[in-house]
């Protein structure tokens, strides 16, 4: 278990560029309300590549208390990238409780990149979404992420 003063070096380590990645998977391994509440500080302020780099370092951890908040709000980010990466992770997590949302996002999202991202892992990975949904994933999955 971290202690309060060592989530307090890595939060303060979330500026330095070349520490970031290497502290925000170090606080999403470590959990916990104050290391999450310094992920979230940082991605509400970050570039979208800082977004994306929070949203993968939870992905370890998608079942973990306030983690499946934060990848659900990021699936409504403005940087598509964002959203897609929060998208691979949530559908990879398996929760069954998120994929009516995913499967949304599949059937409408504005993003093709997106799309053919959850068409591809449902293709592949849970043979039971993709049969109930085989045209719309095939269709997605053929015309490709462009």
């Not at 278990?1 to 070096?9: G, K, L, N, S």
């Not at 310094?38 to 970050?46: I, K, P």
């Not at 659900?72 to 398996?94: C, H, I, N, T």
Request: aromatic share 6%; glycine share 10%.
């Amino acid at each position: 278990m971290a202690t309060p003063r060592a989530v307090d070096t890595l939060a303060r380590s979330l500026r330095d560029p070349e520490l970031f990645s290497t502290a925000a998977s170090s606080l999403a391994q470590i959990g916990g309300k104050q290391a999450l509440e310094a992920l979230h500080q940082r991605y509400r302020s970050g570039s979208g590549e800082d977004r994306r780099t929070i949203i993968q370092s939870l992905g370890s951890h998608p079942g973990s208390p306030g983690v499946k908040g934060m990848l659900l709000s990021a699936l409504g980010d403005g940087d598509d990238k964002v959203a897609e990466v929060a998208a691979g992770v949530l559908a990879r997590s398996g929760a069954s409780d998120v994929k009516p949302r995913l499967i949304a996002l599949l059937q409408s999202s504005s993003s093709q990149a997106l799309r053919y991202r959850l068409a591809s892992y449902y293709r592949w990975a849970d043979k039971r979404v993709y049969e109930e949904h085989k045209a719309l994933i095939d269709k997605i999955y053929a015309d490709g992420g462009e």
